[in-house]
């Protein structure tokens, strides 16, 4: 009886909204066939692949890749330098955008307002690589960057400075802050108009300047959202730009550009070994799903703002 009725308020409700959910059809399709469906490939992780035998008929070989994969001599090196990247991404870059709608908050000239979020927001719409010729021409030995650091007394440019392993990662944080940040501030400032404007005007009334109730009524109501972003963002931890390092890695930088996710790319697209490539992916998918659901747990009981 109660099968039957959900069926029939199901039967009435796609009947009634038929436009939607045709709307909602289109990213559920992409979802499964670039989400779902690759999972299969996961067992190529288990095989020794062979592109004529296909899944089904290449050979068995149980953990080998895996061990592969831990054994090969730039498997600590890369995972380092993954998690350097990472982690000073996060530091660095994850309070920028907070910052940032934190002052557009403060803007009482709309006009201008509009204008910096524009002004802002128009890197996050370039071509990766057309940043990344930008950079390579402004870190050139004669380019602008190049220029103005050889200013500094005692400061001498004979090469590009890309080629320089130690400055990738600042090179490599610093042009991702000035493209994504303001993007990522989006999120911020729509909480931020979410706010009870009455709890503004009682901290005004209590004697709170502007600094003041930023401390103690913005910040306190973004937490949730700051939160839930900053859970995401350590739940991607062993992911990286791989499309930018590829634009951006030499002979000369690799040794602090290469990560997990360019070894993925390097094994499977370039060596054509897809079995160790795929081992080296599941386990990224892995990881980052025990760094999800860790700081899931933790944000949960510490402060019971969570996902789930």
Known sequence: MVKHGLTARL???????????????????WYVIFKYIPMYGTLMSFQNYNMRLGISGSEWVGLENYRRFFSDPYFSRDIWNTISLSLKGIVVGFPIPIILAL?????????????????????HFISMVVICGMLKVFLAKDGVISSMVSLFPGVSIKESLLN?????????????????????SIIYVAAIAGIDQQLYEAAEIDGAGKFRQMLCVTLPCLAPTIIIMLILRVGAVFTT???????????????????????????????????????????NSIINFVFVIATNFISKHVSETSLW
Request: net charge neutral; glycine share 4%; proline share 2%.
């Open 11 to 29: 039967k009435r409700d796609l009947r009634i909204n038929k436009e939607l959910y045709l709307i909602l059809l289109v990213p559920l399709i």
């Open 164 to 184: 320089n392993a130690n400055l990738f990662a600042t090179i490599f944080i610093g042009s991702d802050i000035w493209q994504e940040a303001a993007w990522g």
């Open 103 to 123: 002052l557009i908050n403060e803007l009482t000239n709309k006009t201008f307002t509009k204008f910096v979020q524009t002004a802002t927001y128009i890197p």
């Open 241 to 283: 730009n791989n499309e930018k390092i590829l634009l951006l890695i030499n002979s000369l930088n690799a040794e602090k550009a290469e990560t997990l996710s360019y070894y993925i790319y390097k094994k499977g697209i370039t060596n054509a070994d897809y079995s160790l490539s795929a081992a080296a992916g599941l386990f």
